[in-house]
């Protein structure tokens, strides 16, 4: 049930109905309000890295790779990305290059998770992981 609501207010008149789900700016008499909506289906950081070991777990048994040294290197990058802004660029870069060599599939996984604009990882470990992605072309 959509909600209307009318509200008057130094001779405008505001209608709003339903709820507002709007990216960029919202520009009124007196203030400009930026909102940034989390893209359909989009999922947290670590929502993501969970169906990343999830991956890992489903992988085939290998005599040539531990699905427990995967499943570490995957976990070092999680810990080293949850530190925002203070987080290493070229450790996160170090591990995913020896990810790419270990599973590749779990490397692209990774890569697109943390490379996601919506993920909310510090810009410079974006920049890492996109250039990692493309290396690896």
Request: aromatic fraction near 0%; hydrophobic fraction near 35%; proline fraction near 8%.
């Given at each position: 049930m959509a909600v209307k609501s009318k509200n008057q207010r130094g001779g405008d008149n505001i209608d709003r109905v339903g709820s507002l789900r709007v990216d960029g700016d919202i520009i009124g008499r007196d203030k400009i309000t930026t909102t940034q909506t989390p893209a359909a289906g989009a999922d947290s950081l670590e929502q993501q890295f969970a169906r990343i070991v999830e991956l890992i777990d489903?992988?085939?048994?290998?005599?040539?790779?531990?699905?427990?040294?995967?499943?570490?290197?995957?976990?070092?990058?999680?810990?080293?990305?949850?530190?925002?802004?203070?987080?290493?660029?070229?450790?996160?870069?170090?591990w995913l290059d020896f990810l790419a060599g270990m599973a590749d599939d779990v490397f692209q996984v990774t890569v697109a998770a943390l490379a996601h604009p919506v993920a909310g990882v510090a810009k410079a470990i974006q920049v890492v992981a996109r250039r990692a992605g493309q290396g690896s072309s």
């Open positions: 489903r992988r085939p048994a290998d005599p040539n790779l531990d699905k427990e040294e995967v499943r570490a290197i995957v976990e070092r990058i999680l810990q080293e990305v949850r530190k925002g802004e203070a987080a290493n660029p070229t450790k996160v870069a170090r």
